[in-house]
């Protein structure tokens, strides 16, 4: 069974702070997925990756960044974090090829920025 | 961007009647793609329907897809309390950066009262 590990559930952070938030995949995946998701707007994604050291930006890249050294890890980084980042993110994993492969998702960080 | 929208956004039923919520999309597609998502917990891949598929089972769920209509259906027949949750339609769209992924309407919160 594919496990999809995010290492925090709730993180608190003050603004301006850099903000590391790390996602491990078990199944051997080549793409993994950032997104957030904030009620009424469902869930947007950030960035993926479809190998390592391969990013592409989603539909809300700015204020993040991420890294993918390894093909089980894929990291999101709050470059300096604001308030309107406080959400919940979820990181997501699936196979390599077609892009419509159904995703596996981790349990999420609900993530506050004071 | 957004390709799936769920419909309604809110059902609430009593245990044991069926609830159905619909889902319209914009692009064609190879697939459709049904999500669950409990309280505070990550996304769960419920069902897959193919372009070419017009009904597909899985234990208490049915979906069905009409291409014409660009929509698709999720019934679950014989509700239980463990049912509540939020439901997610998924398809590919293209993303500003010409790579296309798996987008997610903003779901249907379904609560089923015993």
């Known amino acids: 069974d594919v496990k999809v590990t995010q290492s925090s559930r709730y993180l608190v952070k003050r603004t301006g702070e850099k903000v590391f938030l790390e996602c491990v995949q078990d199944?051997?995946?080549?793409?993994m997925f950032w997104y957030r998701q904030d009620p009424g707007l469902g869930l947007r994604l950030i960035y993926f990756s479809y190998d390592v050291k391969m990013k592409e930006k989603g539909d809300i890249p700015e204020g993040y960044s991420v890294s993918r050294e390894k093909k089980e890890r894929f990291s999101l980084i709050l470059e300096s974090a604001s308030t309107n980042q406080t959400s919940m993110y979820l990181c997501a994993s699936s196979p390599g090829g077609y892009s419509n492969q159904p995703q596996h998702f981790g349990d999420g960080t609900r993530l506050s920025i004071l | 961007s957004q390709q799936g929208e769920e419909d309604p956004q809110a059902l609430s039923i009593q245990e044991g009647e069926n609830a159905t919520m619909n889902c319209s999309y914009k692009t064609s597609i190879n697939n459709l793609q049904w999500y669950r998502q409990n309280s505070g917990r990550g996304l769960v891949h419920l069902i897959l329907i193919r372009s070419n598929e017009r009904e597909k089972h899985s234990g208490r769920l049915r979906v069905t897809l009409d291409t014409s209509k660009k929509s698709s259906s999720l019934l679950i027949t014989a509700s239980r309390a463990a049912d509540t949750a939020s439901y997610f339609c998924?398809?590919?769209?293209?993303?500003?950066?010409?790579?296309?992924?798996?987008?997610f309407g903003k779901g249907t919160m379904l609560l089923v009262s015993p």
């Open positions: 199944m051997d995946h080549e793409n």
């Open positions: 998924a398809t590919v769209a293209p993303l500003n950066s010409g790579y296309s992924t798996l987008t």
